[in-house]
């Protein structure tokens, strides 16, 4: 049973460690076990291996493993100390491997009630490990008595202990609550902080026991370090959830911990303030100076934890960090790059304009010895910076260009990458530049995804740059050097040019001739659709087919297709049947903090409307709808802070239309009933409740703007805060909610289209329109361009949502579907801001509607109906737009 | 960053060689369910780490303190939520509990020998993730190991005999 020698073993010859490694053959040393008397030494050395061989990893068969159990419930009888604990241990190591463990229960109770202090504290913690409810409430009393011993180690475990067990047997430990107050007043450190924590775990869920609690522990003080972090952290959640003023004692007693003689306690007090959501610059002073003093700590750790906390001040109040830059400055040079790289990036953050470009030099000395989460890191702050300061691109995108040329992970390539992109998105003069480093990155470039994503981008904005032909190149060696998938997302680019330069076409008709000939049939298929869309030479298809792809939900085709198969019909597969994808949301901005990588393969997720279209179609009366056509946002019906909350949601289809009321009884004492909808159920307080109803429109309307006024109507049964016990007897209460309004947003789906003109071609100009409208109460183009989308609930496409500075027109480009009649919608707006230079002031007009017109100049029919019929109904008053 | 206050703090304690091999990994949690994701994780963790003498890092999304002492890398790894000083206090008191336990002679050879030594302090230390006791006194106190070899008078003859017979063996098997 000798396992191979390392090699390591058999130059050094380490007993010791050739000992351990070798495979235990519990059969043969087992035996040792047996002997009598027992020897320890050796009883101990079988124990260490096993245990050793457990940790490295190694697998035991569940015969093997209680064969060898039971074989060391014999060493109880030996009272060598180490052996004894070591048999604690090899319970604890095999309880999940070895059957009928709970053998050695007499015994560990035996040692847990008696006289070895040494044994008693591990004795609790192997017991609670192998016990389950019932044995639990066996021990109870032993448990009990063991959590106010007056031994340290024994209380301390025996309060651990209990905490492991709340998960299981939340019941039986919840009777412990007064010994753990009583161990919470004890003098040693860390039962003082496990009874704290005990307490609070079983206490959590009544706030008014927690807020008790709190105010006890904060004004009698504790001696624990420890336990004062827990109590700063139970205090900032109670905060939060409470929303709290800042004004309130608990604020005052995290601030006072600022003040503790503890760095354990001063940090965690001054990360609690930092995190908090609305925080002044005054309330964060206090916190941020002994950030600052921490920042010329010779513990490292203690350096890494203030500049990452200063980092995150620094993110929303950059100004509150100026007063550290100093001290950030010092640790640019710092021997750990962690805290380098996060002082900079603070820096970055808080800087001014003209220290950019040397903070970028210094970055770029070190860059490559920090670990790729904290390039990551930094490539968000130049993201950041870019924002901020949009002169300085050129700067940036030289440092990302180097960047991009060093080694590094996909998750750093990515960020950089992502990173260049938006630049190029914000600063059309950056773009030329962008897109040659870009094209420069994928001609070595590793990672498919990246490289079919920058392809994608050269076929989108390639095409309109002054000089296309130069990409060409850069694709079509794509074409011939790499995988499928990057050979496919070439293809594609290259049929984009070709759609939208009739000088190219020519040539890439050659090129695309020659990818018909790929070994890979995604290639091949490819080349030959575009190579016959791009032949007809017709504006329309090459809109259709080449610039604008697909704009349904995919697992919702993904669903259509797989219903069609289930039902074999004679009719084709239609399209209209498939529901639209909600537009993708604008990238967040993400963090700018390490986040943890997600180790999960990525998957697409299902929209929110995909979700919504799966509950609704789990419930029977709504099976015969047809799909979803669009979901609202949710519109709250009640106030934020009252009894009860109801949120709704409206969801249209071909007409019908459904309201989806969300309910919330935030009343401890009351129990609900008969809520209508509700299907009679009860609503237990804190729980949402959910109820639908469903709306038929007359058959001549195919879209309604109205109003629709709620009351909620049911029975009320008192309960018992307490105990959760109703009355038996209840009262018929309602409650009026806010009016529900059915708008135009309702029935249009947002449909992006990435090239809008093509899209606008497509529809062609017989169905153009132009009119005029004049929007009184709306004073910047910024707002008129937010409520016309929230109005029309339309796209806005090619980021013509943002209204450059200093405008006095702008052209907003919107896309969308109306349900009911086939085909995309699109409105181009030009609003116009008139030329009255003080029209911002005070002197405003509300008859004179001459400051702003929305000059709806072309514009298709569907869309047109849609909003002549919002502008025409009575809803224009409300959503104040005049004629 | 809502997380429940809770005294589950240590996600892990870790003591590596210098060629980055484990000696003792304990994982309270199931960040690294499986010995093949615990071993790539000791791997990046030991290329990140064994270079720099810094003391603190970010990996995979989690707090990493570390000290290192001849040939042995030490590690306590924590959310990166958790304040960097807790988990600074369990590697310095398990540092500290071998340091005397190993008699300030904290390097591997010494540490092989010593196993059951490590394992009984870092059961003191760590219980399941929570902070047992951070005073490496105590945890020495408590994991009271028996001093040196039993004395020869104490033991019986046949003891002795045993293992005089079980070092000749050993020697000759090496």
């Known amino acids: 049973m000798i396992k191979k020698f390392d090699k390591k073993d058999e130059e050094s010859g380490k007993i010791a460690e050739f000992v351990l490694k070798q495979k235990v053959c519990f059969y043969l ?59 604690y241990l090899t319970i604890k190591e095999m309880a999940n491997i070895s059957e009928d463990v709970i053998i050695v229960t007499s015994s560990l109770t035996k040692d847990m009630t008696g006289k070895e202090d040494v044994y008693r504290g ?54 412990w609550v007064n010994e753990a107050q009583e161990a919470a007043s004890s003098d040693n450190i860390m039962v003082q902080y496990h009874a704290l924590g005990l307490l609070y775990h079983l206490r959590k869920n009544d706030r008014l026991a927690v807020t008790k609690m709190l105010n006890k522990f904060t004004k009698s003080g504790l001696k624990s370090p420890f336990a004062y972090c827990m109590l700063i952290r139970i205090a900032s959640k109670l905060l939060d959830e409470t929303e709290g003023g800042h004004d309130s004692p608990l604020f005052d007693f995290i601030e006072s911990c600022l003040r503790n003689k503890n760095e354990m306690v001063v ?10 959501p609305n925080c002044t610059a005054r309330e964060l002073a206090p916190a941020v100076s002994v950030l600052q003093l921490f920042c010329s ?3 490292a750790a203690l350096r890494y934890a203030a500049v990452r906390t200063l980092n995150k001040v620094a993110m929303k109040h950059p100004s509150a960090v100026t007063a550290c830059n100093l001290d950030l ?83 750093y390539k990515r960020a950089i990458v992502d990173c260049i992109i938006s630049i190029i998105e914000e600063n059309p003069e950056s773009k030329e530049t962008g897109l040659a480093h870009l094209c420069e990155f994928i001609e070595d470039c590793e990672h498919t995804v990246l490289a079919t994503k920058i392809l994608h981008l050269l076929g989108k904005e390639g095409p309109r740059t002054p000089q296309p032909s130069k990409y060409i190149r850069f694709i079509f060696n794509r074409v011939v050097l790499e995988s499928e998938a990057v050979r496919a997302a070439a293809v594609s680019a290259l049929a984009k040019f070709g759609a939208q330069n009739d000088d190219l076409l020519p040539s890439v008709l050659v090129l695309l001739q020659r990818c018909m000939m790929d070994s890979d049939d995604e290639v091949r298929d490819r080349a030959t659709f575009y190579m016959n869309v791009l032949q007809q030479k017709q504006k329309a298809l090459n809109a259709a087919y080449i610039f604008n792809g697909l704009s349904v939900s995919i697992p919702g085709l993904e669903k259509s297709l797989h219903q069609y198969t289930l039902e074999p019909s004679e009719k084709p597969f239609d399209m209209k049947t498939v529901p639209l994808a909600t537009a993708p949301i604008t990238e967040q901005k993400t963090e700018i903090a390490p986040v943890a990588t997600s180790k999960l393969p990525e998957k697409l997720a299902p929209s929110r409307q995909d979700i919504y279209q799966e509950q609704l179609a789990a419930i029977p009366e709504f099976q015969g709808l047809g799909p979803l056509f669009k979901s609202s946002e949710p519109v709250q019906l009640t106030e934020a802070e009252t009894e009860y909350v109801v949120r709704c949601i409206k969801h249209t289809f071909a007409g019908h239309m459904v309201f989806q009321f969300d309910c919330t009884n935030t009343l401890n004492d009351q129990l609900l009933q008969k809520v209508p909808h509700f299907s009679y159920k009860t609503w237990s307080p804190r729980r949402p409740m959910r109820s639908y109803i469903w709306v038929i429109y007359a058959s001549c309307l195919f879209a309604v703007s109205c109003t629709f006024s709620c009351t909620m109507k049911y029975l009320v049964r008192d309960c018992d805060p307490n105990t959760g016990e109703p009355d038996d007897d209840g009262y018929d209460d309602e409650y009026v909610l806010e009016d529900l309004e059915v708008t135009v947003a309702d029935h249009i789906q947002k449909v992006l289209k990435p090239n809008f003109g093509a899209a606008w071609d497509e529809v062609g100009d017989e169905f153009e329109k132009e009119e005029t409208f004049a929007l009184a109460s709306v004073r910047t183009l910024d707002e008129a361009v937010g409520n016309i989308i929230s109005f029309l609930g339309m796209q806005p496409c090619e980021r013509s949502d943002k209204v450059p500075e200093n405008k006095n027109s702008h052209v907003l480009f919107l896309a969308g579907e109306l349900m009911n009649i086939s085909g995309i919608g699109a409105g181009k707006l030009a609003l116009l801001k008139s030329q009255d230079r003080c029209s911002i002031s005070s002197g405003y007009n509300h008859q004179d509607s001459s400051l702003h017109h929305m000059r709806i100049y072309q514009f298709n029919p569907i869309v047109l109906q849609s909003v002549a019929f919002g502008f025409l109904s009575e809803r224009v008053n409300k959503i104040e737009i005049c004629i | 960053q809502d997380t429940e206050p809770s005294l589950y703090t240590v996600k892990a304690v870790l003591i590596l060689d210098n060629d980055g091999d484990r ?58 939520h958790e304040n960097e000083l807790m988990l600074m206090a369990v590697l310095n008191c398990l540092f500290d509990s071998l340091s005397q336990m190993l008699r300030k002679n904290v390097e591997r050879r010494a540490l092989l020998e ?6 009984l302090a870092v059961d003191e230390i760590v219980d399941g993730g929570v902070i047992l006791e951070s005073d490496p006194q105590q945890v020495v106190h408590r994991v009271a190991l028996r001093g040196d070899d039993v004395p020869l008078t104490e033991q019986t003859v046949t003891q002795v005999l045993q293992s005089a017979k079980e070092q000749i063996k050993w020697s000759l098997l090496r």
């Open chain 1, 122 to 175: 591990p004795a609790i913690r192997a017991l609670c490990r192998i016990t389950d409810t019932t044995m639990l409430q066996a021990i109870e009393r032993y448990m009990k008595q063991a959590i106010v011993d007056k031994v340290p180690s024994v209380s301390s475990s025996a309060l651990v202990s209990s905490l492991h067990m709340v998960k299981m047997s939340y019941d039986v430990v919840k009777r």
């Open chain 1, 267 to 276: 940090y965690e007090a001054a990360s609690a303030i930092v995190h908090m």
């Open chain 1, 29 to 87: 040393q087992a035996r040792i076990f047996n002997e009598t008397p027992i020897n320890p030494r050796r009883c101990l050395h079988i124990l260490t291996k096993i245990i050793y061989l457990l940790n490295q990893g190694e697998h035991f068969g569940t015969t093997e493993a209680t064969e060898a159990f039971f074989a060391m419930t014999r060493l109880f009888q030996s009272n060598d100390q180490t052996l004894r604990r070591m048999c």
């Open chain 2, 114 to 119: 010593n196993m059951e030594g490590l394992f």
């Open chain 1, 329 to 411: 400055e010092n640790l640019i040079t710092d021997s750990n790059r962690s805290i380098a790289t996060l002082a900079i990036t603070t820096l970055l953050k808080t800087g001014s304009e003209s220290s950019v470009d040397r903070l970028m030099k210094q970055i770029s000395s070190f860059v490559s010895e920090i670990s790729d989460e904290f390039k990551v890191v930094v490539v968000q702050a130049i993201s950041a910076l870019c924002q901020k300061y949009p002169r300085k691109h050129s700067v940036m995108m030289n440092f990302l260009s180097n960047m991009l040329r060093d080694d590094g992970g996909f998750e």
């Open chain 2, 23 to 80: 000696l003792y990994a304990k994982y309270y949690d199931d960040t690294y369910p499986t010995v093949k994701e615990q071993k790539a994780f000791e791997k990046n963790i030991f290329n990140k780490t064994h270079r720099t003498d810094s003391e603190i890092a970010l990996l995979e999304g989690l707090t990493v303190v570390y000290k290192s002492n001849i040939d042995l890398f030490f590690y306590v790894i924590g959310s990166s």
């Open chain 1, 297 to 299: 700590s010779p513990k």
